[in-house]
């Protein structure tokens, strides 16, 4: 399975073999803060978007999460409820992997329990480095430092799906701070930006 922690097409097809994939609309909640954690997700195609409603019903985005992530692996494994909320952003599909899924996948092959570890790893990883940036880091070099943990495990290792505007609410700056900050990456030839997409380049 490499050192990686995405699901590949095959690890998806799979899943898909042994469990229902779920659809869900634009705006639809997948978990809510608070719920049980009697289960994790895999993100068969679309976008998840991962944060946390204050009581005021301001939304604070945390991570954009794509095909072949996973999430919601802190509350199965440690039994405390759901940290965040997560929304599908664009319609998505998802499949839901319980106790006795996960234990027929590891029967199967060991790899994905090492696969789990390197994703919980991951996301560890990312936090501690994006906190570290927010406080000694210019915006321009804390978005470069997030497209970069972002792109990490995508399939060419280089390419960031995500809208400004979910860009700019991970950094938490205005969208026009945002804009102006992604235009120095790409007049510096340190990016390359497309629709809902953006390249990290050299």
Wanted: overall charge neutral; cysteine-free; proline content about 2%.
């Amino acid at each position: 399975m490499a050192d990686r922690s995405r699901l590949s097409d095959r690890e998806l097809a799979e899943l898909a073999s042994r469990a229902r994939v779920q659809h869900f609309a634009d705006g639809q909640f997948v978990q809510h803060q608070g719920d049980p954690g009697d289960a994790f997700w895999a993100v068969v195609d679309g976008h998840v978007s991962i944060g946390r409603y204050a009581a005021d019903g301001a939304f604070t985005l945390f991570a954009v999460l794509a095909a072949g992530d996973l999430f919601g692996e802190l509350a199965f494994f440690t039994g405390v409820p759901r940290q965040v909320d997560a929304i599908a952003s664009g319609g998505a599909r998802m499949i839901a992997i319980n106790r006795p899924l996960l234990r027929q996948l590891m029967a199967s092959d060991v790899g994905w329990a090492e696969l789990l570890l390197r994703s919980l790893s991951r996301q560890l990883a990312g936090a501690l480095d994006l906190i570290d940036a927010e406080r000694r880091l210019p915006t321009v070099e804390r978005l470069a430092q997030l497209l970069g943990v972002m792109a990490r495990d995508s399939g060419d290792g280089a390419t960031v799906g995500a809208t400004q505007q979910q860009l700019a609410d991970l950094l938490g700056v205005s969208r026009v701070t945002l804009g102006a900050a992604l235009r120095e990456l790409a007049n510096a030839g340190r990016v390359e930006r497309g629709y809902r997409r953006i390249r990290l380049l050299g």
